[in-house]
């Protein structure tokens, strides 16, 4: 159990049969009254946020989030397949559970498998990946003044902007958190 008073960003929660990660804290202190917690919670597994306030002296359960490295494997239709790298041990995850997740991440690459109780509810990819561009429009040298972009789909079939001096074939350096171009490799 922790107390709203010892509340910290990062911290998950169970409230309300949910599990909620708190987003933001404050602690308020009115002229007249008694102090409370105003939060920002996001349910991690339907993705919503909303706002709560608590008394400090008020306890929720601290909620246990098991992430555990796995290697992923292929996918086949509607279901993408991990692998655990210590017990060789294979889940389907189906494409509602995964999301968005790996659209930057190719087989065989580590990802974080995010689960509650046993019950998987996201996936975390690498923070940065290096993948191939596959398609753009050719660059113009010396056009690198103005900081524009183009679109350019990389091997995994995702579409990132990058630089006008980026070209097919290069390798590129992507934050998968916001799929951003950060660098040529």
């Known amino acids: ?27 308020v202190k009115p002229g007249k009254g008694a ?32 992430r555990q490295d796995m290697q ?9 397949n991990f692998m655990d790298q210590e017990t060789y041990e294979q ?3 189906n494409g509602e559970t995964v999301g968005d997740a790996l659209k930057f991440v190719k087989e065989n690459e580590i990802c974080k498998v995010c689960s509650h109780n046993g019950k998987v ?6 923070l940065f990946v290096e993948l191939e561009i596959t398609d753009t429009e050719p660059g113009f040298k010396g056009d690198t003044a103005t900081g ?25 350096k992507i934050d998968t958190r916001t799929g951003e171009y950060l660098s040529r490799v």
């Open 35 to 66: 102090a409370f917690v105003r939060t920002k919670l996001k349910n991690i597994i339907s993705g919503g946020v909303v706002e709560r306030t608590f008394r400090p002296t008020e306890k929720c359960p601290q909620a246990r989030i098991d």
């Open 121 to 126: 509810f996201a996936i975390e990819p690498p």
């Open 148 to 172: 524009a972009t183009k679109p350019a789909v990389v091997e995994t079939g995702a579409t990132v902007y990058v630089p006008l001096f980026v070209e097919m074939g290069d390798k590129i």
């Open 1 to 27: 159990m922790i107390s709203a008073g010892d509340f910290r960003n990062g911290i998950t929660i169970e409230l309300d049969n949910n599990i909620f990660q708190i987003i933001e804290f404050q602690h």
């Open 91 to 93: 889940i389907a995850l």
């Open 72 to 80: 992923y494997l292929y996918s086949d239709g509607d279901l993408y």
